[in-house]
């Protein structure tokens, strides 16, 4: 009797571990899942290793080279550009929506967030990523 009890006042406490119970079931039956696909699926799928199959495939085209080349830093300043752009000034919204609430802290951080920004733009600009005449 006194075991129902305790299990009763468990499971009405909003904060106990008793309510991550049916996550922790659902979890277990996801790996469970997939370890028996992955194994029937190595089981039962065909092995038939031809040299077609195993010739490297890019789009139809016949590959030359190595793979693992040096790639331009060009490319990664331009991902670079991208995020300061076009993702960092969404972070302008909020501070334009509630400047007047945030009062002069707000200002300040916003103006750190501004230099931090205008550091990385000149960052980029010292590297020359906005030349492109290779």
Same mark, same amino acid.
């Given at each position: 009797? &006194?075991?129902?009890?305790?299990?009763?006042?468990?499971?009405?406490?909003?904060?106990?571990? &008793?309510?991550?119970?049916p996550i922790?079931?659902?979890l277990?039956?996801?790996v469970?899942?997939?370890?028996?696909?992955?194994g029937?699926?190595?089981? +039962?799928?065909?092995?038939?290793?031809?040299?077609?199959? +195993?010739?490297?495939?890019?789009?139809?085209?016949?590959?030359?080279?190595? #793979?693992?080349?040096?790639m331009?830093?060009?490319?990664? *300043?331009?991902?670079?550009? /991208?995020? *300061?752009?076009?993702v960092?000034?969404?972070? /302008?919204?909020?501070?334009?929506?509630?400047?007047?609430?945030?009062?002069?802290?707000?200002?300040? #951080?916003? *103006?750190?967030?501004?230099? /931090? /920004? +205008? #550091?990385?733009?000149?960052?980029?600009?010292?590297?020359? #990523?906005l030349?492109?005449?290779?």
């Amino acid at each position: 009797m &006194y075991l129902l009890q305790v299990s009763n006042t468990v499971a009405h406490d909003p904060d106990s571990s &008793y309510w991550y119970l049916p996550i922790a079931i659902q979890l277990i039956f996801a790996v469970i899942f997939v370890a028996v696909m992955m194994g029937v699926t190595h089981w +039962l799928g065909p092995k038939r290793n031809t040299a077609d199959k +195993l010739e490297t495939f890019a789009s139809g085209i016949k590959s030359h080279g190595d #793979a693992r080349q040096p790639m331009a830093i060009k490319y990664f *300043l331009v991902a670079i550009l /991208f995020v *300061l752009f076009d993702v960092e000034v969404i972070f /302008f919204y909020p501070y334009a929506v509630n400047f007047k609430e945030l009062g002069w802290n707000g200002f300040f #951080a916003v *103006l750190m967030f501004i230099a /931090f /920004f +205008l #550091a990385g733009f000149i960052y980029i600009i010292k590297k020359g #990523a906005l030349k492109w005449e290779d």
